[in-house]
């Protein structure tokens, strides 16, 4: 084992300490997971990673750690901690001694499309706030097999910890591209992707939609739903009907029911 | 306005505070609910509310005060604590000053099946232990107007705080029974109410299945699904097929899909 790291002050330390904070996320294009399920669907699915760090609190099998240090998964630098160290990095109270700090998948949005199949089927979260519906929507998109997760900047980050925790590591799966703003609508119009909003008042049902070719589902805000601008440049307008005393359905509810349906008619 | 209480050792304060705990609400067969728009659900929909609490930091409106006391609602106490008091009580951060002590429903499983419609459409909760899974699929399930939900004694409490928060309100307006064991099962064959349960290694697709008739939803545990013992009771088995490289969907997504793929069959 390499020598172990026991100052709080470490640099490299400090910078998982930072990636606790959104703000960091962003400007150093990086997140951190904690758990070995989570960290080993890093490493299977390909996620890059930049450094695991694990405690030296925990017995390490030599093979598991020769796959996840330099020998066989090229530049990640494996760091051993104190459990003390560890401590004050990890966010969840069990991390089971092992994270891993990855570096985000840029994407620019022209460059995915043109990389997908020919008729893709997208799906677009704008201003969804809870990390939990967060997560689970992009559990759901890659169980049905979408294509790509188009997140709007004022969303919650798809890279914090609950978010993390509830997408099952399908964040690792699925292609993500986070936008601003609406300059990403005309890219849609170009590749003739139809643009479906969920609306309460609209009057066709989501059992009748058709969803074939190129779609691009978009899923709205959990109080408020998808913003006027936004309703008014898609194509075409669904609700998923409520038949008893409630006012509306949870968000990841609603668009597990809506990506699904998407799935079937598709196929 | 009453004589405000301002001792946090008041019996009926004291009360609240045991409330908090699952054991009490089942030995009390009484929980408590928080906030003006669950507070208000709950007296629309005649919910059995024995009490209601406000804090005198607040300003009431007179009317509000005259519907939810004894002048306009039989049987209801209204009390007003300090703030300090109300706080002791309060379990979320801002609950608007308000809270109500509920009643339990009581109901025989037998007495409940008599009363709905000839061939009711039912949804069962095996096991589920998260507590915002718990109340989303009741809101669902009431969203999709199903009939009764039945909920195994080892569930999670539906009457929990973050149970009740999710299922918007829907705890009071569809019928739930709590049952032990799996002594419930005979009725169903007596009323000709086929059991479905989901599988993941059943044959047939979600899609293909018969929803029509007395119909019982099976929802199984996050972690292990449906038990082997209730799984081979099942009249049908079937699955929620898994397109992308995750293991399993969200446990409330998958029966948001069911649930709505049911109201849409037996339309």
Chains 1, 2 share one sequence.
Do not use: C
Not at 73 to 87: H, Q
Not at 241 to 255: C, K, Q, T, V
Request: charged letters at 30%; proline letters at 3%.
């Amino acid at each position: 084992m390499n020598n172990i790291i026991e100052s709080l002050d470490n640099q490299k330390i400090k910078e998982v300490r930072l990636l606790h904070k959104k703000k960091y996320r962003i400007n150093l294009r990086k997140y951190f997971i904690e758990g070995k399920r989570i960290v080993d669907e890093a490493i299977l699915h390909g996620a890059k990673i930049e450094r695991i760090i694990i405690s030296s609190s925990y017995s390490w099998d030599k093979e598991y750690l020769d796959t996840i240090s330099g020998s066989k998964l090229k530049n990640v630098e494996l760091l051993t901690v104190t459990e003390k160290v560890f401590r004050s990095i990890a966010k969840t109270e069990s991390p089971q001694g092992i994270i891993a700090v990855v570096h985000k998948e840029e994407r620019s949005l022209e460059k995915t499309l043109n990389k997908l199949p020919r008729e893709p089927f997208i799906i677009t979260l704008e201003n969804i706030q809870d990390p939990g519906n967060m997560g689970t929507i992009i559990r759901t998109a890659e169980a049905a097999r979408a294509d790509l997760i188009i997140i709007t900047k004022n969303s919650t980050d798809p890279y914090g910890e609950k978010a993390l925790r509830s997408s099952m590591g399908a964040i690792f799966m699925i292609p993500i591209v986070e936008v601003i703003g609406m300059e990403w609508i005309p890219l849609f119009k170009k590749h003739a992707i139809r643009l479906i909003a969920t609306d309460l008042s609209a009057r066709k049902s989501f059992v009748e939609l058709d969803y074939s070719g190129g779609i691009n589902l978009i899923i709205g805000n959990e109080g408020h739903g998808i913003s006027k601008e936004l309703l008014s440049l898609a194509d075409e307008k669904t609700v998923i009907p409520i038949y008893g005393n409630i006012e509306s359905l949870n968000a990841s509810i609603a668009s597990g029911i809506l990506i699904y349906k998407a799935r079937e008619k598709r196929k």
